[in-house]
């Protein structure tokens, strides 16, 4: 595929060995590159908008982590408030000031936030918000959109069932049916569903959760109302709005997809660029809903490490960081940047392609179609395109998420000098792509 490909001795013996010990050599599974074929690589160092693998190769990184690095790896500004903080101890079960800090920060970035709980990651900010939701309205069903991913909570490890309207299927073992049988699943961008579905159960739905930009299906952005309508259904029947920003949040803007849209959840959740590389998440929201919580109110929610005072230093330098003026423009920019320039070479070497873009991150479609809004369209696309353009990228030293379905992100650190690289290693890629359909 490549003209020299790289030497990853080291990451495959590294990965041969995490075989023995880890369950398929890896701690959470789309690192293990099952999506494009190939061993994963290993990686023992971050710098800027570099990561550094096993074997010494350096590669432009456009996971950022899944999201955290906005500031790109090792700013300066989070290790050295990290030190002093490591000086200080590194939990003490107890309350710090520092939480209290960025608990109003949040709350004035974010205004539908007016009480916000910390936990440590994503997932348990999704678990706890849906708990939060049932408890307030005394209801169980949960709605749920076909491809949005809120973490592995159980009764959303679901897909949609055979017929419209119908019950969730489990999407993994070992969750009961009995689970997912409070569970529907809609599909993403599509507003009648939405209100044929409220009209019929809308009085038994505790909440509604949805990534309001959608980045666990690539990237698809909400089309025109669909956010609007469901703000008006969970307004109608009393439903909990969940807006998840665990990827969004501080990420396609400061005040993440709610304040670009601009619609007001009742709940939020929070992760990823929170806590600036440092297992944090939130939820937060209307104060009568979070008040429900323990210890003032009946609904049970707790974590030992929940506010950790080196992960609230490091989002709490994030925060300081990304909330300089002018901080989202630039990100924006270099991203459009990267977009137009990607777009140019696939045009150039005659393959289908187009990018969708939210703020910072961004979605590349192997695809005929001018614009992906649905489900169907990213699953329709040209998968072998992907793993060619995808492994052509990564031996000429850039870094894609490994899989077809996950979004890409752009951080402070990827510079001019690091778009240069990238598009030089794209047009490589795409003239491999097209070379391969030939
Ligand atoms: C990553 C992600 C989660 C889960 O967060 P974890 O920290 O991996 O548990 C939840 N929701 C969305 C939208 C995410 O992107």
Redesign the pocket.
Known sequence: MSLAPLSTDHSTELYDLARRYIPGGVN?PVRAFKGVGGNPLFFKAGEGAYLIDADDNRYVDYVCG??PFILGHCHPAIINALQLQLKRGLGYGASTEAEVEIAEKICNILPSIESVRLVS??????MSAIRVARGFTRRDKVVKFEG?????VDSLLVKAGSGALTMGEPDSLGVPRAFTDLTYVLPFNDSDAVENLFARHGDEIACLIV?PVA??MNLVPPQAGFLETLREVCDRHGSVLIF?????GFRVALGGAQSIYNIKPDLT?L??VIGGGL?V?AFGGRKDIMDCLAPDGPVYQAGTLSGNPLAVTAGLATLKEISKPGFYDQLGRQTQKLLAGLQQRADAAGVPFTTNQAGAMFGCFFSDEKTVSHFDQVMACNLDNFKTFFHTMLDNGIYLAPSAYEAGFVSAAHLDRELELTLDAAEKAFSAVASGNQ
């Open positions: 959470s899944w999201g990651s994503g997932t348990e900010a999704t949005c991913y809120h973490g592995h990534e980045g666990n998840d920003e665990v990827m969004t959740t992760g990823k297992p998440g």
